[in-house]
């Protein structure tokens, strides 16, 4: 997920050719068992004393609502609900009247970044559903409800929901594939079903690339991003478009790179095709894709990448060396809320988009 202001492999069928000798089964589980563990204790100790966490170990104070619904997702994927309630409680009070979360709060519970952009308003929705998937808890239907009612403000007719409000106030006019695979999930779990399938067909009819197998970036937007195709075969599954598991081997050919920093040496993905950093966030993100389609040979390989840059505290910098994404901004390479999260679900073989 993009913050405000993404070796050529062989590939036979949709099985990806490498080599993991000399790791036993038993051995490597058990690594990530730990890995999980010291994850979860880093997104503890980032709490910050209004009840939420500091998103990024870079000296600011600034608490993203997307990462704030990961950490909620990878708590739940902990075992640890009470965490996850106190958490969503938290961002349930801070709700809008009307429905919405800014983009990001501080410590101090004002508002960090003014936008209001619809991908992390449904994430927490998506962790609302989580956390009642979990629990049976209806706590925070209510709140999902105010928030994806606001949200479908901005559906369009051709089924695509636009990107929310702007910091000035101005309602964006774009509709990125992201934060659609976002909404079918959040719409489908609280019941919203007609609406959903309005979103599924833009995504399906106007988002998918079929000579390529992958997905646009967005409405007049044929971008290369690696999160929209990973989200996509979680997000839909099987009621995606034919070949959407190709979509993963399109990130495989066109955005995997090998980086080596500080003597380590990451198998991973990049954000974008330029492939000049792996972004780690996005490699847990395309371990858990890769679980969802079954290939858990992959998904163990890139889980086990990852890990070898977790840092001694627990956390996941958020990419190895600060890249860039083809966007206005560069990739931090501090450890971030995001990847620690993501690194989370992939270990414990979550998918955030279903319950």
Known sequence: MKKSTRLLPIVVGATLLFS???IST????????????????????VKQTNGLYDSQADGEDVCYTYDQAVAAVAFIAKNDTARAYDLLNKLKGLQHKDGYWYTAYSSKNAVAESE???GPILWVVMAA??????TGATSF????NDAINWVLKFQ??????NGGIDASGKKLTYASTEENEDAYAALKAFGFNSQAEKVRTFLTTKMWDSANNRWYVGRNNKGVFLDVNAWGVQSLGSLGPANYLKSLDYNMNQMRLKKTVNGIVVDGFDFNADKDDVWLEGTAQMAAALYTAGRTT??????????KFQKPNGGIPYSM???TTGDDWNMPKVEAISSTGWLILAIHKVNPFKQ
């Open 298 to 307: 992959d998904a163990d390989y890139f889980t086990d990448q990852v890990i």
């Open 20 to 22: 993991t000798a000399n």
């Open 116 to 118: 209001k952009w619809i």
């Open 26 to 45: 038993s051995f490597a589980a058990t690594d990530r068992a730990t890995a999980s563990t010291n994850a979860y204790n880093w997104l503890v100790s």
């Open 141 to 144: 239907d209510a709140m999902a």
């Open 321 to 323: 060396a600060g890249g």
């Open 129 to 134: 559903a989580q956390y009642k998937k979990a």
């Open 156 to 161: 369009q007719s051709d089924g695509g929901i």
